[in-house]
């Protein structure tokens, strides 16, 4: 098939690249020369594991190609798949504009039968919108469907090629054998493809993702009980993730979530819900607990010195919202720099990917190491926001003889208590008692 993917964002760009490697001829199409000028040449633009590998192959076989031209792009498509951005407006609803501003420009240049796809997390109701952007110009036969995508980043190519199920909401049966087709070799092995009206796989993603982000959100709660009534949160995680109606995933507390999907969808939700005249409760508290959970540590870090942050250098490891990506987007790492910084202490920071996006962001505002070890030098405390593979089992001597005193706030729980505890250092997680050794060595 001949495919369009309009916007090379993480979701286009997985997208159209995934599609190619089953065969399919994709051109995506983009607004900014700069980033179509690197794809053509061969420079992936974000980072996602095993992506580069299918876009450098796709390319040399020439089945993946790159535009600006939008005319150029859709001329041959049977399918355009639109992968814009829905940034969150002022008041939190899906902002709509990109979206329907290519749906306005599709009606002006196509000449023949298409499906239009919406594969962006947009609010209920907008594939109609788009097939009215689009008939203002276009008086020929088409289709809009609404195909959201559920891919976790770190692992969206996996997701992609072997997806737990494809959702699509279509109200045509030409509609439904092109996009049956498109997904056949995606489900082989007997995962659903879910058709549905185009209303209920938009409000489907929004609820997928709200739901996640509330059992999220109920595990830090937990949490927070814990260092109430001195329980253990991995005892209390362990207990209920066994039970089959709750499940082991989603179960972990921390320091919030972040990134592109959870925060935006549920604000959308909660939005479009009001705008409904339903006020859904529980997401509203979802919010309130998630923005709070991501200063977690602070508190905690200002009790240890006594209030006074002012001259303190703390080394934090972790910038990226989730290990595997790049993504700074909502990273409660981004919260606590800032309060770190109003209160007079200095940052200085290591991750293995998000390096350069958190400094075209914050700039000179913190310093940045080369190493995780690197940034513990002079540090008068160890800070851990994200939870990348390779801080789980670090080298403990190594920690010892460069930061300035045995003292870590973990906001990801990678280590275990008791084990800390007996290699001297002071250690506060989230949701478990604090390890405090018995004879003081935290100190220099």
């Known amino acids: 098939m001949k495919i369009a993917v309009v916007g090379t964002g993480y979701v286009g760009l997985v997208t159209g690249t995934c599609f190619a490697e089953t065969g399919n ?14 794809l053509s ?3 992936i633009t974000i980072y996602e594991p095993g992506l580069e590998k299918l876009f450098l192959r796709n390319q040399r076989e020439d089945r993946l190609h790159f535009t600006t031209n939008l005319a150029e792009g859709i001329r041959d498509a049977l399918i355009i798949f639109l992968a814009l951005p829905t940034p969150p407006g002022e008041d939190g609803s899906a902002d709509l504009k990109y979206v329907l501003g290519v749906a306005q420009d599709l009606g002006k240049l196509m000449e023949d039968y298409k499906v239009i796809i919406d594969k962006s997390t947009v609010p209920v109701g907008t594939a109609e919108k788009v097939r009215a952007a689009i008939a203002k110009n276009f008086l020929g036969e088409f289709d809009v469907v609404s195909n959201p995508e559920f891919l976790r980043e770190g692992v969206a190519v996996d997701d992609f090629m072997k997806p737990d ?18 997904y056949s070799p995606f489900v082989r092995s007997g995962n659903p493809v879910i058709f549905m009206d185009a209303r209920s796989a938009e409000l489907t993603k929004y609820a997928a993702n709200a739901f996640l982000a509330t059992k ?80 977690h540590l602070i508190p905690k870090i200002k009790r240890y010195f006594k209030n006074d942050l002012k001259g303190k250098t703390f080394a934090l490891w972790g910038l990226a919202f989730k290990p595997n990506t790049d993504d700074i987007r909502e990273a409660p790492a981004l919260y606590m720099i800032d309060a770190l910084l109003a209160a007079g202490a200095g940052v200085c920071a290591y991750d293995p990917e ?14 940045y190491a080369d190493t995780q070890y690197d940034c513990l030098k002079g540090a008068d405390a160890l800070i851990i926001a994200t939870e990348w593979n390779e801080f789980r089992t670090p080298d403990f001597l190594k920690i010892v003889t460069t930061l300035k005193n045995k003292v870590i706030f973990d906001g990801r729980n990678l280590f275990d208590t008791n084990a800390i505890k007996e290699l001297g250092f002071y250690y506060e997680s989230v949701g478990r008692e604090t390890a405090i050794p018995t004879n003081g060595t935290h100190h220099k």
């Open 216 to 295: 999220i959100t109920f595990m830090n709660e937990i949490a927070n009980l814990c260092e109430k009534v001195g329980a253990d949160v991995d005892m209390v995680r362990r207990g209920i993730g066994s039970d089959e109606r709750i499940g082991k995933r989603f179960l972990f507390p921390g320091i919030g979530y972040g990134g592109s999907c959870f925060p935006k969808d549920v604000q959308a939700l909660a939005k479009s819900s009001k705008e409904s005249d339903y006020d859904f409760r529980i997401l509203n508290a979802v919010m309130k607990v998630n923005e709070e959970m991501k200063l």
């Open 165 to 182: 199920r494809v959702v699509i909401g279509v109200e045509s049966e030409r509609a439904k054998k092109v996009m049956s087709d498109l």
């Open 41 to 43: 040449s061969g420079q």
């Open 25 to 38: 001829n994709v051109t995506c199409i983009d607004i900014d020369k700069n980033k179509i000028e690197k």
């Open 354 to 367: 998000a390096i350069n996006n958190a400094r075209g962001l914050l700039g000179d505002k913190i310093n």
